[in-house]
């Protein structure tokens, strides 16, 4: 049985010893033509797609039951908590995003499934890092009697996959809120204009 | 008329010149008792609310027009590029969330309206780093031959902003990926979501 994973120090990083992220502070000229400093946070592994990571959103059709999506749990150190999000990973130096989507799904959920979209490259949190993305939508065809797959996790990795109804998902994020996992802003906004729909 | 934003130079930041941003090592252990290291970003402004920023879905409804949001276009440095966003700011040191969410939309657009809902506290790239939001949904209710009103931006900010029907919205964002602008990620699944909604 896993036990709780714990922090024990949390210490100022000093940008040499840093492997995965680095700063960088950017000189540049506004529109009034103004010298200006901004303080910008990036990865140091972004190959040569130029994209940093993709997360999939999974369409999971079955004969039997609602069309649904998958949901992963896991704890992340930089949030201390539970976080809810949907199944995501970094792009490898000689991958595609969308060669990346489908492995990230496979690894994270054991599901494979067919790539239907894959989105232009969006900026995860603009006035703050350089960090960007790809957003995938797969779709899973089940017959009845499928049996849930393996997942083909790393060792070390510890995530809870949850297949939810697209159409509980907004209420299902609120009730992981209430409990005091954290939500991935992007999983929240994607329920949250499914649900914004119903009221137009 | 303003020139294009441009940057001259991007240098490694050291820790202890950096006012906005920070550089964490996280010391943790795991679920199997491992110890382990994360590297994480956070930003230094935090206030007593615990909550770093907000974002803002403003429904904006008129006697004879469709039901739209605003939107903002400006330069991000860290994207070197125009970024397609939501309303958005940080919370300011003892504002509530939702305090900041009717301020920054006053700002960056000049409306004024009503705070109809706002989302738990939510992460924003907890992978990366610590930040985290709330998503508010604002709405302004307006009159037949009400005049557009005067943002109030500050001493060197540069924001555009564009209301667009939310039937179009997912579409608008296309085109502008189309063009070479960023969309914010957050932005881009609410659309998605929206657009998801009339496939099911």
Known sequence: MPSSPKIAKVEPLPGDEAKWIEFHKISWTDQAGTARIWEAAARKTRGKSGVDAVAINTIIHHPSRPTSTIIILQYRPPADAICVEFPAGL???NETPS??????????????????????????????????????????????GDKEPEQALEDGEFIERVVVPIDELYERLEKYSEEGKKVDARLWHWAAGLRFAKTL
């Open 91 to 93: 792009v490898d130096a």
């Open 99 to 144: 060669e990346a989507s489908l492995r990230e799904l496979h690894e994270e959920t054991g599901y494979r499934g067919k790539l239907l979209h894959i989105s232009p490259t969006i900026v995860s949190d603009p006035g703050m890092s350089s960090t960007n993305m790809q957003f995938a939508t797969v779709e899973v065809v089940l017959k009845e």
